[in-house]
């Protein structure tokens, strides 16, 4: 069983990507397994080329850093030819109107004057990075689910109009991780696009910054400690990271902690405990060029001769070669 996970470089990686995914994979990952920095779908919109070159060398390095295994890693572009081929074999067996129902294109799309080409198409993209490596489970966000449904209807009408080359995904909705919200509005998601990065914890900030932003946090006027999301969701937030980084339960912990003073001084030095040997380790990658770019060219390798199989498929299924 092969499980694909993909986190594209849009911005520096965020709390809410670390406890929400990327901690997640380390502790689960399975020796079929592959994990990807999805550079290519950084592109939708407009990009500084030398801003996205620096945040997937920081990216890759924090996959690392977290202790996935480097044998299952490596950078989409790095394999470009085989993503953009697979596309390109994919899109002659999607529809113009399957790729325009897409919510997200929908949504990123409303109100733009001028709106790349790539944002309807990127699903397409997302479909070949799933097909291509074999992957049988996807674990998306509910966000991301209409694009495994693309990936399954895709898979299922080329092996029938051309012959069976692809194993249909199944989707997998990952556990409910905590729903981590941004610091200073936590009626929003924390994001790493986030215009004001106040609220936004990264995994590379250092600690007395990570103190300033959680002691800035958003709490409320009602001076009571309970875990009700509805209610207060700026306590709520607190207590769901704080959650995320002990084990604990965030109902609980509301019982333990006295006043939104100690709530904050307790999940400022767990954040900065749980980040620190993180942000260490991928400092120290960043730094050591040789050797990162060693380990992500041993992982382009890697996965090319996993997917370099079932393109020549396919491009054989389809009539070309």
């Known amino acids: 069983m092969t499980s694909l996970s993909g986190i594209t470089p849009s911005g520096h990686v965020q709390l809410g990507n670390y406890l929400g995914a990327v901690a997640r994979w380390a502790r689960a990952t399975t020796p079929d397994d592959l994990y990807f920095v999805s550079d290519l779908h950084a592109m939708t919109s407009a990009h500084n080329p ?10 890759l390095a924090i996959l690392l850093a977290v202790g996935i295994d480097p044998d299952l890693v490596f950078v989409q572009s790095d394999l470009l030819a085989e993503h953009a081929s697979m596309t390109w074999v994919l899109e002659c067996v999607c529809t113009f109107g399957e790729a325009r129902r897409m919510i997200q ?28 490596y074999g992957a049988d489970k996807v674990p998306v966000g509910a966000d991301q689910a209409q694009h495994v449904e693309l990936a399954r209807t895709l898979a299922k009408r080329f092996n029938t109009q051309y012959g069976e080359v692809f194993v249909v995904p199944e989707l997998v909705l990952p556990p409910a991780a905590a729903r981590i919200r941004d610091l200073a509005d936590p009626t929003r998601k924390m994001a790493k696009s986030a215009r004001n990065s106040a609220g936004v914890v990264f995994v590379l900030d250092p600690p007395d910054l990570i103190q300033r932003k959680i002691g800035r946090a958003v709490t409320d006027g009602l001076g009571r400690l309970a875990y009700d999301p509805d209610g207060q969701p700026g306590v709520a937030n607190l207590l769901e990271i704080l959650a995320a980084c002990t084990g604990e339960s965030p109902a609980d912990l509301a019982e333990q902690v006295k006043d939104y003073a100690s709530l904050k001084s307790a999940v400022a030095e767990a954040v900065i405990e749980e980040l620190r040997d993180v942000r260490k380790r991928t400092v120290e990658l960043i730094d050591d060029r040789t050797e990162l770019d060693r380990i992500r060219a041993a992982g382009a390798r890697r996965a090319r001769e996993r997917a370099r ?8 299924m389809a009539g070309l070669g």
């Open 105 to 132: 294109f929908k949504e990123k799309s409303q109100g733009q004057s001028g709106v790349r080409l790539s944002l309807l198409t990127y699903p397409v993209l997302m479909v070949a990075d799933i097909l291509l």
């Open 50 to 59: 030398a801003k996205l070159r620096a945040l997937t060398r920081e990216t």
């Open 309 to 316: 199989p079932r393109l020549n498929g396919a491009l054989r």
